[in-house]
């Protein structure tokens, strides 16, 4: 299960949105929103010393997925759309690579599931696209 967590600068809810942490129960894997390079990163250190800071606690809240999504979308600088949620699968995917995927010139790139999936969906939409 994914859990998302809204950062504020301050208070939540009552300051402006700073980021988001992605984490997960099934291990100690985070993805973090950083707002400085507007990107996400792999950063489980970072979440944990925020989240178990006291000074922290209400500064965050964890939310549902589709509050996640609105609060990611007031992230991104000049409205962009750098900051959208990465799909649950891909979050998955990349959490299963703690963070370090395979380069595509590395031969288990093509054995990822994920990988072949996503190549297979890019086929199909490019066969429909031709019709």
């Excluded at 792999?42 to 209400?58: K, L």
């Excluded at 962009?80 to 649950?88: C, D, N």
């Excluded at 995917?93 to 990988?115: A, C, H, N, Q, T």
Aim: hydrophobic share 35%; glycine share 4%.
């Amino acid at each position: 299960m994914l859990y998302y967590k809204a950062v504020c600068e301050g208070d939540f809810g009552t300051t402006p949105p700073f980021t988001i942490f992605i984490t997960t129960n099934k291990s100690t894997d985070a993805l973090v929103w950083n707002q400085g390079i507007q990107a996400w990163q792999y950063d489980p250190a970072r979440v944990v010393r925020f989240t178990s800071d006291h000074e922290n606690w209400d500064r965050f809240k964890v939310v549902d997925r589709a509050t996640a999504e609105e609060f990611s979308r007031r992230l991104a600088v000049d409205g962009s759309s750098t900051s959208e949620l990465p799909s649950e699968d891909w979050i998955e995917w990349f959490f299963s690579w703690k963070g370090d995927p395979p380069d595509r010139e590395d031969i288990s790139w093509d054995d990822d599931l994920y990988v072949r999936e996503a190549k297979e969906a890019e086929r199909q939409r490019l066969t429909e696209g031709d019709n």
